[in-house]
């Protein structure tokens, strides 16, 4: 009698590396990195499977890049972060052989830092939403992730603040919101708010939301306070 047992199939290779890393709330940027560089890595090698591969072949992969892609110091370890998560905590092969691979030195320099003057002909350049974002950058230290990020309900006008949530590292944090950046921040939000009314009554107007959020609060997506 056949069995009616269904069979269960394994996920494919990138489907649990993705699993993975948004179990462990890693960021979206992150893991399309990720998936990126153990794709390369697996055509580089001939499309073998990595549990077939370990230590040498990654050792081999990391040379080619160095020495035939020429990439920098920053990009060959962000490879080799790939590859280890992929070794340790997808593939659970976490084989002593991986802790001998040396990170690339990242060369030392000294940061580069606008002048008043300079930083004026660049704001000089820039108008409308690019002009607010940059002064946004500049004046309360946003990250440019962190401040294409920012909603509505981040934003406290009376006590000058911003709040930024699930920055680098996944911390919040709070930092100020120049004085001179109120008004121009104010309208921009009365233009954008006019428009999200609009999309609302179309039946449009939502937002993606962090983690299970829009599964808990349905409407969220279509409230101004999540813009």
């Not at 709330?25 to 001939?46: D, K, M, N, V």
């Not at 830092?113 to 002009?131: I, P, S």
């Amino acid at each position: 009698m056949p069995s009616t047992i269904p069979s269960v199939h394994k996920p494919r290779l990138l489907d649990q590396v993705r699993q993975a890393l948004r179990t462990r709330h890693y960021s979206p940027a992150t893991e399309r990195c990720y998936i990126s560089w153990i794709r390369r890595f697996i055509l580089f090698q001939g499309k073998r499977h990595p549990e077939t591969m370990g230590a040498e072949e990654i050792a081999a992969y990391l040379t080619h890049l160095a020495t035939r892609r020429q990439v920098s110091a920053s990009t060959q370890n962000q490879a080799l972060s790939a590859l280890l998560f992929l070794y340790r905590e997808v593939l659970e092969c976490d084989f002593c052989q991986l802790d001998g691979l040396v990170r690339a030195k990242r060369p030392r320099r000294l940061p580069v830092v606008l002048t008043r003057e300079e930083l004026r002909t660049l704001l000089a350049e820039l108008h409308g939403v690019h002009w607010l974002m940059a002064s946004l950058l500049y004046g309360s230290g946003l990250r440019l992730l962190e401040c294409a990020r920012l909603r509505v309900q981040d934003v406290e006008f009376n006590r000058k603040e911003i709040t930024v949530r699930d920055g680098k590292g996944q911390k919040d944090r709070r930092t100020m919101l120049p004085g001179r950046l109120v008004v121009p921040l104010r309208e921009h939000l009365e233009s954008v708010g006019n428009q999200h009314r609009r999309d609302v009554a179309t039946g449009a107007g939502s937002v993606a939301l962090p983690h299970a959020l829009a599964r808990k609060y349905p409407r969220a997506p279509f409230e101004w306070r999540w813009q």
